[in-house]
């Protein structure tokens, strides 16, 4: 059981390259999310999703896509990346779909980005 | 707006002793309350939740929290620190019954031998 898989782990972008962070969950959760981590400022949630084909912002969403074909994925497309976008990505997933509930996430391990 | 404030970027304390980690809150609905702590270059891992069942809960690794909701608060204790308790602790709300969880700003815990 692997739990929550990101991809890559490392990844060096120039400015206004584009590319995909991949997020794989095999537990069948209905919930995921993106999360991006920057120093002084916690993790501030950048798109979620809480099932296939259905997927909102979070507070962050500028600069980023995402899409939920499966419940399996939820890959994070930077189009045009910045600076200002250099960080560690956490993907994280949830089993339940409780509006405001106790939704527990299990967190993948990580996406350090840096744009050039 | 902000939804959870931790009030300390960075807490210290001795092996043995104490350990406080405060958190403030503001939601218009009854929250889902948690901690969560990271350990260096490693993911996220839960410590404890509050789902309204009862006001002081009980977590992993010795630590506990109680929610106070007159004063808005779900500090995090753990009666004596270890070393291996050293990482960044972050309080999470899930805000005003949505399907967002938003984190507050983290508290690093250093211990000291």
């Known amino acids: 059981n692997a739990g929550v898989t990101q991809t890559p782990k490392f990844q060096v972008l120039k400015t206004g390259q584009s590319m995909t962070l991949q997020c794989a969950q095999d537990?069948?959760?209905?919930?995921m999310s993106w999360y991006r981590q920057d120093p002084g400022m916690g993790l501030r949630l950048i798109h979620y999703?809480?099932?296939?084909?259905?997927?909102d912002q979070g507070e962050v969403p500028n600069g980023y896509n995402v899409s939920r074909s499966t419940t399996e994925d939820f890959p994070l497309r930077l189009l045009s990346a910045a600076p200002s976008q250099t960080s560690v990505y956490f993907c994280?997933?949830?089993?339940?779909?409780?509006?405001?509930?106790?939704?527990?996430?299990?967190f993948g391990a990580g996406s350090r980005l840096t744009v050039l | 707006a902000q939804s959870v404030t931790q009030l300390d970027s960075h807490v210290s304390v001795s092996e043995g002793t104490p350990v406080l980690l405060r958190c403030n809150y503001s939601?218009?609905?009854?929250?889902?309350l948690f901690w969560y702590v990271q350990h260096p270059n490693k993911g996220l891992q839960l410590l404890l939740k509050?789902?309204?069942?009862?006001?002081l809960v009980k977590g992993i690794n010795g630590f506990e929290a109680e929610f106070k909701k007159s004063e808005t608060s779900f500090h995090l204790t753990k009666p004596s620190a270890h070393m291996s308790d050293a990482a960044e602790y972050f309080c999470?709300?899930?805000?005003?019954?949505?399907?967002?969880?938003?984190f507050g700003s983290g508290t690093r815990l250093l211990v000291r031998p």
């Open positions: 999470v709300v899930n805000k005003d019954s949505s399907y967002k969880l938003i």
């Open positions: 509050y789902t309204s069942a009862a006001t």
């Open positions: 537990m069948n959760h209905e919930y």
């Open positions: 994280a997933s949830s089993p339940r779909l409780r509006r405001g509930g106790a939704n527990v996430l299990t």
């Open positions: 939601s218009s609905y009854s929250p889902s």
């Open positions: 999703s809480v099932g296939a084909g259905i997927t």
